[in-house]
Each structure stands twice: as C-alpha cells, then as structure tokens.
C-alpha cells in the first residue's frame, strides 16, 4: 500500500488549503483512512479519520474549520482546511488503517505517506 500526499504549502491566517492523498496498491478501499499532523520534538496526533461509510472524528481543535473527504471511485482522501491558524503549521501526514471498523488511534494505523508541509504565518 502506498500514500503520496499533496497540496501543502504556505498560506495566511484566515486562508485555506487543500489536501490530497493519493492511494495505490489495494484492491478494496475499504478501511479507514485519516490525516495527521507532526511538529518538531512533539508527538505525531490525530487531526481527522473517516471511514468507508462516511463516519468521521476530528480533533477539537479543527472542528468548524477542517473538512476530511474521501473519494473511493478515485482512492483518494482529501483534508479541506479553512480560516487557517499559525499554529495548524506542521508536517501533515495521511494514513490507513489497516484493520475494519473505525479509529482514529494512531496506534491503528499501519500505512503512512511521506508527509507534506503546511506553514501558515499571520
């Protein structure tokens, strides 16, 4: 299985961006995916998960301002992130889960990207 993140970058406080991951190597995209997020000398933590049938988590701090999708005809995830804030800049990851059912436990996921940078200044 194999991830390959785009569309990070830089943008302003207040501005958007789009995430996308592309994935390749399954023959059933039927287990969950998410998006994470990583800063220097701090723990990788969950940003959001969704799963097949469209169930979604999101950490408190992007509630009303993250938007995870999936498309399964094109296996590809998305992250529509709006009214971006400085502290939403880190190294951005997605993953899938390996297992059924839903999770949003890092633990649980067994399949990484190689991450994508997402600075934003005020």
């Known amino acids: 299985v194999q991830l390959v993140e785009s569309g990070g970058g830089s943008a302003q406080s207040g501005g958007s961006l789009r995430l996308s991951c592309s994935v390749s190597g399954i023959a059933h995209w039927s287990f969950c995916v998410g998006w994470f997020r990583q800063i220097p000398g701090k723990e990788r933590e969950g940003v959001a998960s969704i799963d097949d049938h469209g169930a979604t988590d999101y950490t408190e701090s992007v509630k009303g301002r993250f938007t995870i999708s999936r498309d399964n005809a094109k296996n590809t995830l998305y992250l529509q992130m709006n009214n971006l804030k400085p502290e939403d800049t880190a190294m951005y990851f997605c993953?899938?889960?390996?297992?059924?059912?839903?999770?949003?436990?890092?633990?649980?996921?067994?399949?990484w990207g190689q991450g994508t940078q997402v600075t934003v200044s005020n």
């Open positions: 993953a899938a889960a390996g297992g059924t059912g839903f999770t949003s436990t890092l633990e649980d996921y067994d399949y």
